[in-house]
């Protein structure tokens, strides 16, 4: 089979695994490649050693495969890569994937087909892409003023790896989200000092309650509103006021944005140990300065603020997001070109582990309602009333509400696009060239 009849999978992360199952066992021919060395994404390049996750276990794993009953309640990073590698081994997986293999363009060419460019020079035709790239690697750095006169260091925490960076430094770290607070405790164990610039607070959800993981207490049954309501009471109960800890008020209602799930750092503002500050104003040789004109030295500044979403291997044409999600319809479509699927960009409130073969799945389905239309399947979506999404949280529960009613209208969807076919019955994709070809 030549290769133009393939499609390609680009990442070998969670969700780049979860496809290369789902169209392994569809018997769909593909490909897949990793720009790293091995599988796991972010769980193998990019968290530090020591890394737990915030989701019970029973929400990170796969629906279609458990993690070890030895595992704790809440796993290590590494047991999370561990697993990764044995839910490879055991459904043959790796097989499929050709590491360091980096993208350089992705880019449509003629007769629907994708055009792809690799770092070492090979070009291939491909059926289809599926952009399983990731969204913890484009890191977002803020702007202070006097940066470039700092003597110490400023990193990104996607640098952070070990507390031995830590160790005996004045720690400033900005952010007050997961990763924010786990850097800012370990500085508060073996820093000097540890503070932590905020500029807009976070809710701080503890993660067990009454000995069970607080998503124990969230039900599919319960709307919005009244999960929300209960929450609250809860966090008066067993969190308080953040006031009290010198946090500012959230600007925001509680799950509208990503709450910092752990009361880590709570504990060591409490301790003396770390200090919440407000926005950074301005830097010098050896301080940073706060908005509300307190001074700190700082040996280290370490910036948790997270990541672009970015597919720098697509044509501009095609890079369609807005802040932190895809301008996509049925979670990874466009409606003006077929073949390319912009996955797993979203950021699930719960846990990622039963959502994500299903979403594979589904996306198998709307593959084969593909090869009896002319039309991109994003048109004919767009046409049903679908919407591009306005945010990129979303409940756990809602998206697999989502995915169900997305497969169940398959067989609407498919009669509405061979209508659709009759007046676009010669639709092909905009042929882009890659530079410098």
């Known amino acids: 089979m030549t290769d133009d009849q393939k499609y390609l999978i680009i990442g070998a992360g969670p969700v780049g695994l979860a496809h290369i199952k789902a169209l392994k066992l569809a018997g769909i021919p593909f490909e897949a490649v990793d720009a790293e060395d091995d599988l796991g ?36 990073g590494k047991q999370v890569l561990a697993y990764y590698n044995d ?17 350089e363009f992705v880019y449509p060419a003629g007769d629907n087909k994708w055009q792809v ?5 090979e070009i291939k035709l491909y059926k289809g892409v599926l952009v399983c790239n990731g969204h913890h690697w484009d890191k977002r750095y803020p702007v202070f003023e006097g940066s470039e006169s700092f003597k110490g260091e400023i990193l990104h925490s996607k640098d952070y790896k070990t507390p031995d960076q830590l160790k005996g430094k004045n720690v400033v770290v900005v952010g007050a989200g997961n990763s924010a607070c786990d850097v800012a405790s370990e500085a508060a164990r073996v820093g000097a000092s540890s503070y932590m610039s905020i500029r807009s607070s976070a809710w701080f959800l503890p993660k067990l309650v009454a000995g069970y993981p607080l998503s124990h207490f969230a039900k599919n049954w319960l709307p919005p509103f009244v999960q929300r ?26 799950l509208t944005k990503h709450p910092t799930i752990g009361t880590e750092a709570l504990h060591y503002i409490k301790h003396g140990k770390l200090t919440p500050k407000p926005g950074i104003s ?4 050896d301080e940073v300065e706060f908005i509300d004109g307190t001074k700190v030295k700082a040996d280290l500044i370490v910036t948790a603020t997270g990541f672009h979403l970015s597919y720098p291997f697509l044509p501009k044409e095609l890079h369609r997001t807005k802040g932190a999600f895809a301008q996509v319809y ?39 309602m593909q090869e009896q239309l002319k039309v991109p399947i994003g048109s004919v979506l767009k046409e049903a009333g679908y919407v591009i999404p306005k945010s990129h949280l979303i409940g756990m529960f809602d998206l697999l509400k989502q995915l169900k009613k997305l497969k169940k209208n398959i067989p609407k969807l498919l009669k509405l696009g061979k209508q659709m076919d009759k007046k676009y019955y010669d639709f092909k994709n905009q042929v882009i060239p890659i530079p410098n070809l």
């Not at 003006?336 to 389905?365: H, M, N, S, T």
């Open 87 to 103: 839910y490879a081994n055991h459904f043959g997986l790796r097989e499929f994937i050709t590491f360091n293999k980096k993208v």
């Open 229 to 254: 309501t209960m929450l609250k009471i809860g966090l008066r109960l067993t969190v308080g006021d953040l006031s009290r800890y010198g946090l500012p008020k959230p600007d925001h209602d509680i």
């Open 41 to 76: 994404g972010n769980w193998h390049h990019g968290v530090y050693e020591t890394a737990h996750i915030i989701s019970p276990k029973g929400l990170m794993e796969y629906s279609d495969y458990a993690m070890p009953k030895n595992y704790p309640e809440f796993p290590s």
């Open 117 to 121: 460019k690799f770092a070492d020079g």
């Open 282 to 285: 301005r830097i010098t040789e």
């Open 330 to 368: 049925g979670r990874s479509m466009l409606a003006d070109f077929k073949g390319i699927y912009l996955i797993g960009w979203e950021q699930v409130r719960g846990g990622v582990g039963a959502c994500v073969p299903i979403g594979a799945e589904v996306l198998v389905a709307l593959f084969k």
